[in-house]
């Protein structure tokens, strides 16, 4: 038996910091950025800030709490470094989010095609095949958001995109304009036109 049904969707989404993630590719790179800092800059060297100066490649970083637990996981083949803002370019970055609740949740893996970071800005961006998902578990059934870009905000715990969203869930699918996830109260809303179809018999 199918039903369609507009929805104000509200999926269990557990995500920290992803910029405490950036921080740690950002420390790999402090010496370079501090020689550059300390240097007089003419035009040809501020023409120049919008180059890239470096690459780092085969990049994993991990993140533990204090009791030792992974709480983050980031790998991505080829991290480009541009001084102006000190921008990071990440290619395919493909991030795992374990979870700290108990019992433990399946963690979230994150992946797309591109990824940047602006320091100043406070944001990272992912765009080209968005995709999240969680596996199944006792605590969580099997889920997939897709979207084209996703905008995150590290400092307010949460994440948008005004860009056409698929929720996936079995049994379940859903499509809407919108989304924004709000990792500290564990949800995603959907923005706007909000439809699915849910499948009685799937969802069993």
């Known amino acids: 038996?199918?039903?369609?049904?507009?929805?104000?969707?509200?999926?269990?989404?557990?995500?920290?910091?992803?910029?405490?993630?950036?921080?740690?590719?950002?420390?790999?790179?402090?010496?370079?950025?501090?020689?550059?800092?300390?240097?007089?800059?003419?035009?040809?060297?501020?023409?120049?800030?919008?180059?890239?100066?470096f690459y780092l490649t085969d990049v994993l970083a991990l993140e533990f709490n204090q009791q030792g637990q992974l709480i983050h996981r980031l790998v991505s083949p080829k991290v480009v470094h541009i001084p102006a803002n000190d921008t990071?370019?990440?290619?395919?970055?493909?991030?795992?989010?374990?979870?700290?609740?108990?019992?433990?949740?399946?963690?979230?893996?994150?992946?797309?095609?591109?990824?940047?970071?602006?320091?100043?800005?406070?944001?990272?961006?992912?765009?080209?095949?968005?995709?999240?998902?969680?596996?199944?578990?006792?605590?969580?059934?099997?889920?997939?958001?897709?979207?084209?870009?996703?905008?995150i905000y590290p400092d307010k715990n949460m994440a948008e995109t005004y860009a056409p969203v698929t929720v996936l869930e079995p049994g379940l699918e859903v499509h809407s304009v919108g989304m924004r996830a709000y990792f500290k109260e564990k949800r995603v809303d959907l923005l706007s036109r909000a439809q699915g179809v849910y499948d009685v018999n799937e969802a069993k």
């Open 88 to 151: 990071l370019l990440l290619r395919n970055p493909d991030l795992t989010l374990y979870s700290e609740s108990v019992p433990v949740k399946s963690p979230w893996r994150i992946t797309a095609l591109h990824g940047k970071t602006i320091q100043n800005d406070k944001q990272a961006w992912l765009w080209g095949n968005v995709v999240l998902h969680q596996p199944p578990s006792a605590e969580n059934k099997d889920s997939t958001i897709l979207t084209s870009q996703l905008t």
């Open 1 to 53: 038996m199918r039903s369609r049904e507009r929805l104000q969707g509200q999926f269990w989404l557990s995500w920290r910091m992803f910029w405490t993630i950036i921080a740690l590719l950002l420390a790999t790179i402090y010496s370079t950025w501090l020689v550059r800092a300390t240097t007089p800059k003419t035009d040809n060297a501020r023409y120049g800030d919008n180059i890239a100066d």
